[in-house]
């Protein structure tokens, strides 16, 4: 693929053949720094979900990329499958499920506030942790082992300083 200043091109096949078969979570997401969205290929292992929980500030469009799972929106069940796309309001209660052959959803929504803001260079070096952290609000472990919020909700980490 041509190079394309501010472009992000990958293919879907690429990224799933570089994933290791037991790789669940992210294998994807937009990096550019001045974007307007933000967006996310997730791997949601057979059986996995996230519990319920509340987005409040963004709307999400999810698209089923491959597998099969259950997604469960304000209490209403909805059978996934390739090609399925939903909006998931902001304010409403959202889990999903993955089914027995795993699930692999694209999710894209405009940028959360304070995600432009640069990070400053800390007084002291951060103290390296074996443990990664664990979201208050939707129990999802943190990708990076700096991260300020959670990759699941969006909710600032506990004991990491907002930025």
């Not at 979900?49 to 089923?64: I, P, Q, R, S, Y």
């Not at 059978?79 to 304010?91: Q, T």
């Not at 940028?111 to 951060?126: D, E, K, L, S, W």
């Amino acid at each position: 693929m041509e190079a394309v200043r501010g472009a992000e091109l990958v293919t879907v096949a690429s990224l799933v053949e570089a994933a290791t078969q037991a790789q669940g979570g992210a294998l994807w997401r937009l990096k550019g720094i001045d974007r307007q969205l933000d967006a996310n290929l997730v791997r949601h292992l057979p059986g996995t979900g996230g519990a319920a929980h509340t987005e409040d500030e963004v709307d999400v469009m999810l698209v089923v990329v491959a597998g099969t799972g259950t997604l469960t929106l304000d209490g209403a069940r909805s059978e996934l499958s390739p090609g399925f796309l939903g909006l998931l309001p902001r304010g409403t209660s959202r889990a999903l499920l993955a089914g027995p052959e795993g699930l692999l959803v694209l999710t894209v929504h405009r940028r959360r506030r304070g995600m432009r803001i640069g990070r400053t260079t800390p007084a002291a070096a951060p103290q390296p942790c074996a443990v990664h952290l664990v979201c208050d609000r939707c129990h999802k472990h943190a990708i990076e082992a700096d991260a300020r919020y959670c990759s699941g909700c969006g909710a600032a980490l506990a004991g990491r300083p907002a930025v």
